[in-house]
């Protein structure tokens, strides 16, 4: 009987064991997840040129932009991640040289660098256009917009 105590303490200990690793790691991969959201939400200081330089390729004709406005970046939920994102307001001609008016895109930046655009008709999934929209409108509605004189300066 003796053994069977023995077995049963020893398997007790190293389940002890094994849970006190598992929260040394899960405190460490919190602490890791801490530092890289820190690295990500670095504040984009060159945020305007940036803009501009992703804007030459995001418009089909960069030449004709005109009445731009920007918002100064702040830190936005996206999904499950909180980075700087800044609204860009702005009239452009589409690809069939017809003038799109009052295009809002979000413009979200990673590390302190430009990332990616997000446009409330972006998605062909309905809930996540519904989602997108949300918080485009959410967050742009509300901004306090700058002339943006650079974008509209843009050449082909």
Do not use: H
Request: charge should be positive; aromatic fraction near 8%; include cysteine.
């Amino acid at each position: 009987m003796t053994g069977v105590w023995r077995r049963l303490r020893g398997v007790i200990a190293i389940a002890g064991f094994v849970a006190a690793l598992a929260g040394c790691a899960s405190d460490r991969t919190g602490e890791e997840r801490l530092e890289r959201e820190e690295r990500a939400n670095v504040y984009p200081g060159n945020y305007r040129a940036d803009l501009v330089a992703a804007m030459r390729t995001y418009v089909s004709d960069p030449a004709g932009v005109r009445d731009a406005w920007v918002a100064e970046p702040m830190i936005t939920q996206i999904g499950r991640q909180k980075r700087y994102a800044a609204c860009v307001r702005f009239n452009a001609r589409n690809g069939n040289g017809r003038s799109a008016e009052g295009r809002v895109v979000l413009a979200v930046f990673s590390a302190g660098r430009f990332d990616q655009f997000i446009e409330a008709s972006a998605s062909d999934d309905p809930a996540n256009q519904e989602t997108l929209s949300a918080l485009v409108k959410g967050r742009c509605d509300a901004a306090e917009y700058k002339r943006f004189p650079e974008l509209e300066a843009m050449k082909r």
